[in-house]
């Protein structure tokens, strides 16, 4: 079974900075995408920013320049390092994964597979 761990959210000041973690745990046999995204309260889930195992990154326009995210295979974890918050970076920050369980040719059907989400506040 695998699992999606979210670490790193919390209150911050508008112009500061955060790190989230999402750290995969359970059987993984590959990563092909790794991702955040986000809900504003009152608001759907929407991209954040997304890297995929080729090591090319999409941004949302509402992020770029300022969050960055990386990653880490050896342990199976992921970063978005937040820089310049807004107060309209305000939401509840989930990570997701593309991943497989087995070799490719295995027909297994995976589902998304997603964090539980953790809140940043950002305060004006």
């Known amino acids: 079974q695998v699992q999606l761990v979210e670490s790193g959210g919390g209150l911050v000041q508008a112009g500061g900075s955060l790190r989230l973690s999402c750290a995969a745990s359970?059987?993984?046999?590959?990563?092909?995408?790794m991702g955040w995204y986000r809900q504003p309260p009152g608001k759907q889930r929407e991209v954040v920013a997304v890297?995929?195992?080729?090591?090319?990154?999409t941004y949302a326009d509402s992020v770029k320049g300022r969050f960055t995210i990386s990653r880490d295979n050896a342990k199976n974890t992921w970063y978005l390092q937040m820089n310049s918050l807004k107060p309209e970076d305000t939401a509840v920050y989930y990570c997701?994964?593309?991943?497989?369980?087995?070799?490719?040719?295995?027909?297994?059907?995976?589902?998304?597979?997603w964090g539980k989400g953790t809140l940043i506040t950002v305060s004006s």
């Open positions: 997701n994964a593309d991943l497989r369980t087995a070799p490719s040719w295995v027909p297994i059907r995976e589902p998304e597979y």
């Open positions: 359970g059987k993984i046999f590959s990563i092909n995408a």
């Open positions: 890297l995929t195992s080729a090591g090319s990154t």
